[in-house]
């Protein structure tokens, strides 16, 4: 009896052990299904739904007649995500295995993985053909955390022959986003560099869209739950003419450094914009190698500049037009004023020596005549007689020495110089012999061949300042709206009909008399009016100078050739700017570049 009451109270104590153990599971249970449903789900949905970025279609850009300059492709790129992989280094190596021409990449592959956030996918390889494409999707069971995606790349049609004014894309760094909204660009997206693309970044480029998509343990996608659509970037319409820019390049093709533009002189529109040497944009679209990039960036002949609004150059006698227009508007001279040239010209209280290109001077001269032979001496004294005031004023009213304004980065201002600029940039006075410099754009001055394109087209249309630019219109993708774009053009106060009428009737006879300095390339059916310039590159002793033939000298120690002009003469419906670096020759150098620039845009180039 005593046992089994023992055994009864035993058996009590476990059913009620076993009864307190069943309550603590089930207030857990109920802890964690009820109290805690909302925690555990939202956890749950956090690991196994993800939102995606959708990168927008990049705006396309068109040439003046329509014709497609830049186009988005398709291309494919190898994604991976960095959370789904412990040992990233082994993912590479048996990448490489698979892809063995990938090997030159894996430092690039491993730096894009350390640099992208573990939650997104980090792009290690872009551009694969289709060869690569299906020799990896036929090892893709062997790389759950990779995987092939489809995107969009850009292709420049013209290749190097627009690439200083359409410019490059590459992947964005962190200078790039203090100027564009870091949110506007997922992994993997380009930014503009250099010329449209960096002007007109913010219209190309358009707003990401976004995909909530489910995802299994390794990322792959399971089901889309919703999609937001990108706003695709807006499409240019540029004022360039795409057959004017082959002819310009053809033209400028012997010659290693040099550059040339032509725009309308009543609007400003660029129709061409060449600059020599140049490079491929398409090279920058998978990402250059750093030896590639260091070898463009430290090579002499700077390929990645463009010359037309980066380079800086006296502008010699191309600006001498404007300095016998201001003579005239000035009073300092008339129409029959003559000027004795003997060869030389004494100036300064130490009577310096300043030569005429023409060692035996070209006699008595008016101001058309010296316009047409270029005589240094006839503005040497023109300049000695006005001073430097009115001749920096007058350069100023043409845009020398100030921006143009055109829709390119980083354009340079040049120089226009004068007492004010030397006191404060030298501590220095300005001396008598320094204007006269100045007469023949010599000195100290500076100028891009742009603003010399820009001054120009003022002579053309009849005294207007124009602004330079490349954007004619702004279209919408979607609708085909495209929004027109003004531009500024200011009248040059200091111009006057009748002194114009005798400088443009001067530059035509520079090409079309026998005395022209540029006669070499007249005739043809087109008439064109011109300018030409030879600037120095180092100052040689004037005694040897005239006994050393040109083409005798070391290259780099050549003048540089230089020539402006306008066409047709009576109704200018194109004006051009060309300098050739060590060239020697205006006339017979930068002028035959002009004219075949000339003759291709009205239909007659070879």
Same mark, same amino acid.
């Given at each position: $009896?005593?046992?089994?009451?023992?055994?009864?109270?035993?058996?009590?104590?476990?059913?009620?052990? *076993?009864?307190?153990?069943?309550? &603590?599971?089930?207030?857990?249970?109920?802890?964690?299904?009820?109290?805690?449903?909302?925690?555990?789900?939202?956890?749950?949905?956090?690991?196994?739904?993800?939102?995606?970025?959708?990168?927008?279609?990049?705006?396309?850009?068109?040439?003046?007649?329509?014709?497609?300059?830049?186009?988005?492709?398709?291309?494919?790129?190898? !994604?991976?995500?960095?959370?789904?992989?412990?040992?990233?280094?082994?993912?590479?190596?048996?990448?490489?295995?698979?892809?063995?021409?990938?090997?030159?990449?894996?430092?690039?592959?491993?730096?894009?993985? #350390?640099?992208?956030?573990?939650?997104?996918?980090?792009?290690?390889?872009?551009?694969?053909?289709?060869?690569?494409?299906? %020799?990896?999707?036929?090892?893709?069971?062997?790389?759950?955390?990779?995987?092939?995606?489809?995107?969009?790349?850009?292709?420049?049609?013209?290749?190097?022959?627009?690439?200083?004014?359409?410019?490059?894309?590459?992947?964005?760094?962190?200078?790039?986003?203090?100027?564009?909204?870091?949110?506007?660009?997922?992994?993997?997206?380009?930014?503009?560099?250099?010329?449209? !693309?960096? @002007?007109?970044? !913010?219209?190309?480029?358009?707003?990401?869209?976004?995909?909530?998509?489910?995802?299994?343990?390794?990322?792959?996608?399971?089901?889309?739950?919703?999609?937001?659509?990108?706003?695709?970037? %807006?499409?240019?319409? *540029?004022? *360039?003419?795409?057959?004017?820019?082959?002819?310009?390049?053809?033209?400028?093709?012997?010659?290693?450094?040099?550059?040339?533009?032509?725009?309308?002189?009543?609007?400003?529109?660029?129709?061409?914009?060449?600059?020599?040497?140049?490079?491929?944009?398409?090279?920058?679209?998978?990402? =250059?190698?750093?030896?590639?990039?260091?070898?463009?960036?430290?090579?002499?002949?700077?390929?990645?500049?463009?010359?037309?609004?980066?380079?800086?150059?006296?502008?010699?006698?191309?600006? %001498?037009?404007?300095?016998?227009?201001?003579?005239?508007?000035?009073?300092?001279?008339?129409?029959?004023? @003559?000027?004795?040239?003997?060869?030389?010209?004494?100036?300064?209280?130490?009577?310096?020596?300043?030569?005429?290109? +023409?060692?035996?001077?070209?006699?008595?001269?008016?101001?058309?005549?010296?316009?047409?032979?270029?005589?240094?001496?006839?503005?040497?004294?023109?300049?000695?007689?006005?001073?430097?005031?009115?001749?920096?004023?007058? *350069? +100023?009213?043409?845009?020398?020495?100030?921006?143009?304004?055109?829709?390119?980065?980083?354009?340079? #201002?040049?120089?226009?110089?004068?007492?004010?600029?030397?006191?404060?940039?030298?501590?220095?006075?300005?001396?008598?012999?320094?204007?006269? $410099?100045?007469?023949?754009?010599?000195?100290?001055?500076?100028?891009?061949?742009?603003?010399?394109?820009?001054?120009?087209?003022?002579?053309?249309?009849?005294?207007?300042?124009? !602004?330079?630019?490349?954007?004619?219109?702004?279209?919408?993708?979607?609708?085909?709206?495209?929004?027109?774009?003004?531009?500024?053009?200011?009248?040059?106060?200091?111009?006057? @009909?009748?002194?114009?009428?005798?400088?443009?009737?001067?530059?035509?006879?520079?090409?079309?008399?026998?005395?022209?300095?540029?006669?070499?390339?007249?005739?043809?059916?087109?008439?064109?009016?011109? #300018?030409?310039?030879?600037?120095?590159?180092?100052? &040689?002793?004037?005694?040897?100078? @005239?006994?050393?033939?040109?083409?005798? +000298?070391?290259?780099? =120690?050549?003048?540089?050739?230089?020539?402006?002009?306008?066409?047709?003469?009576?109704?200018?419906?194109?004006?051009?700017?060309?300098?050739?670096?060590?060239?020697?020759?205006?006339? %017979?150098?930068?002028?035959?570049?002009?004219? +075949?620039?000339?003759?291709?845009?009205?239909?007659?180039?070879?």
């Amino acid at each position: $009896m005593g046992q089994f009451a023992h055994f009864e109270r035993r058996t009590r104590l476990v059913g009620l052990g *076993l009864l307190g153990l069943g309550l &603590i599971l089930m207030g857990r249970l109920f802890y964690l299904q009820i109290e805690q449903f909302f925690h555990y789900r939202t956890l749950a949905d956090e690991n196994r739904i993800t939102v995606r970025p959708v990168p927008p279609p990049r705006g396309l850009i068109y040439d003046r007649r329509g014709r497609l300059l830049v186009e988005n492709e398709p291309a494919f790129a190898l !994604e991976l995500y960095p959370e789904h992989v412990d040992d990233t280094s082994k993912v590479l190596d048996r990448l490489v295995e698979v892809l063995p021409s990938a090997a030159v990449q894996r430092d690039r592959m491993a730096q894009r993985l #350390k640099e992208s956030p573990p939650y997104l996918p980090a792009i290690l390889i872009e551009g694969l053909n289709t060869e690569q494409v299906a %020799k990896f999707a036929s090892h893709q069971h062997r790389f759950p955390s990779i995987r092939i995606r489809a995107r969009s790349q850009r292709n420049y049609l013209r290749g190097p022959l627009t690439a200083h004014v359409l410019g490059y894309l590459a992947q964005p760094d962190k200078s790039d986003f203090r100027k564009f909204d870091a949110d506007l660009y997922p992994p993997g997206t380009r930014v503009g560099k250099m010329g449209l !693309e960096r @002007e007109y970044e !913010e219209i190309l480029h358009g707003a990401p869209g976004f995909r909530e998509v489910e995802t299994d343990a390794f990322g792959r996608v399971v089901r889309e739950i919703s999609t937001e659509r990108p706003e695709p970037g %807006k499409n240019l319409i *540029l004022t *360039l003419d795409e057959d004017l820019q082959k002819a310009t390049h053809e033209a400028l093709a012997p010659h290693p450094e040099a550059s040339a533009v032509a725009l309308n002189p009543e609007t400003g529109g660029i129709l061409a914009m060449a600059s020599r040497p140049t490079f491929n944009p398409n090279e920058f679209i998978g990402g =250059l190698s750093d030896n590639t990039w260091q070898q463009l960036r430290q090579d002499p002949n700077e390929p990645l500049v463009n010359r037309v609004t980066q380079g800086l150059y006296p502008p010699a006698s191309t600006i %001498k037009p404007v300095l016998a227009m201001a003579g005239l508007v000035d009073g300092a001279i008339k129409t029959s004023t @003559e000027f004795s040239c003997n060869g030389t010209f004494n100036v300064g209280q130490d009577e310096h020596t300043f030569h005429c290109w +023409k060692s035996w001077g070209h006699g008595p001269m008016t101001v058309d005549q010296a316009v047409v032979e270029s005589c240094d001496v006839y503005f040497y004294k023109l300049a000695h007689r006005m001073g430097i005031e009115p001749i920096h004023k007058a *350069l +100023k009213a043409f845009g020398l020495g100030n921006r143009t304004g055109i829709d390119l980065p980083s354009e340079r #201002k040049g120089l226009n110089p004068g007492p004010v600029w030397k006191r404060r940039m030298q501590g220095e006075i300005w001396y008598p012999g320094e204007t006269v $410099m100045t007469a023949i754009g010599q000195g100290y001055m500076e100028a891009t061949p742009l603003q010399l394109g820009v001054m120009a087209a003022a002579v053309a249309n009849g005294g207007f300042r124009v !602004e330079p630019h490349l954007v004619h219109g702004v279209q919408d993708p979607v609708s085909g709206k495209v929004d027109y774009r003004e531009h500024d053009r200011a009248a040059i106060g200091l111009v006057k @009909e009748e002194s114009l009428a005798v400088i443009r009737d001067a530059m035509r006879r520079v090409v079309g008399s026998v005395h022209g300095t540029a006669h070499s390339i007249a005739g043809g059916w087109i008439p064109v009016a011109g #300018k030409t310039g030879t600037a120095q590159v180092v100052r &040689i002793d004037r005694d040897k100078e @005239e006994q050393l033939d040109p083409k005798e +000298k070391e290259r780099r =120690l050549r003048d540089h050739a230089l020539f402006v002009a306008f066409a047709p003469v009576e109704d200018p419906q194109i004006a051009v700017a060309v300098v050739v670096e060590h060239g020697i020759s205006g006339g %017979k150098t930068a002028g035959k570049v002009a004219r +075949k620039m000339i003759d291709s845009y009205f239909g007659k180039g070879s």
